[in-house]
């Protein structure tokens, strides 16, 4: 049970856009549409801020976007502010009938 | 409104046992997926088990044998028995709840604090 593939960090300036992948395989991200992403800020429990690929919970900005291609799932923050700066982790469902997170990877507004 | 509220961690020897509780209130707690999610100190999520509406369950395979997840939905309350602890459990251990009613989707849009379970001799 290895962990989806996330880069360890990303960076942009204030109002960038940054994204970060998560790779998995043919038997998680690939074959199901249950991918989600958590927003952890620094000593804070994590946050739901899209769920099922690209769905938004209500309240989460529309900023926050997420889209798939075969084994690999994307998180997209358009127009980056500094409340952004946080670790973020991808989650998807595997063929194993369990949940796989990814390793996390620290957002950092310059 | 909705919460989660775990207890039950502390500071045990490798090799005993634990059981951590979660209390559930605000929604309907029969109908929902319950998760354990662990962090290690300075480290990543990690799922740990899930108990389904029906009572069925999963495990990550570092646990299977050693960790019991089960729930009492007439308490609504989440537990987690976990015995033959080993140093690598150590963590910060959050419940949490599935988004959709009766379907297990991994979209976990309820936690709760945390409670720190430390082994250690």
């Known amino acids: 049970q290895s962990a989806l593939t996330q880069p360890p960090s990303v960076s942009g300036s204030p109002g960038q856009s940054v994204t970060i992948s998560c790779t998995g395989t043919?038997?998680?991200?690939?074959?199901?549409?249950?991918v989600s992403w958590y927003q952890q800020p620094p000593g804070a429990a994590p946050k739901l801020i899209i769920y099922?690929?690209?769905n938004r919970p209500s309240g989460v900005p529309h900023r926050f976007s997420g889209t798939k291609s075969g084994n690999t799932a994307s998180l997209t923050i358009s127009g980056l502010q500094t409340e952004d700066e946080a670790d973020y982790y991808c989650?998807?469902?595997?063929?194993?009938?369990?949940?796989?997170f990814g390793g996390g990877t620290r957002v950092t507004v310059l | 409104q909705a919460q989660l509220i775990e207890s039950g961690g502390g500071v045990v020897q490798p090799g005993r046992s634990l059981r951590l509780s979660c209390a559930a209130s605000?929604?309907?707690?029969?109908?929902?997926?319950m998760y354990w999610v662990r962090q290690a100190p300075g480290k990543g999520l990690e799922w740990v088990a899930f108990?389904?509406?029906?009572?069925?369950?999963k495990y990550i395979d570092s646990v299977k044998g050693r960790f019991t997840i089960s729930r009492d939905n007439s308490k609504n309350t989440l537990y987690l028995q976990m015995h033959i602890l080993k140093t690598e459990d150590t963590a910060l251990y959050f419940c949490?709840?599935?988004?959709?009613?009766?379907?297990?989707?991994?979209?976990?849009?309820?936690w709760g604090r945390g409670t720190l379970v430390t082994v250690t001799s």
């Open positions: 949490v709840k599935d988004r959709r009613e009766w379907d297990l989707v991994g979209s976990f849009d309820l």
């Open positions: 605000g929604f309907t707690f029969s109908s929902h997926v």
């Open positions: 099922e690929v690209y």
């Open positions: 108990i389904s509406f029906d009572g069925s369950n």
């Open positions: 043919s038997s998680d991200i690939g074959s199901y549409d249950r």
């Open positions: 989650c998807s469902y595997t063929s194993s009938s369990t949940l796989m």
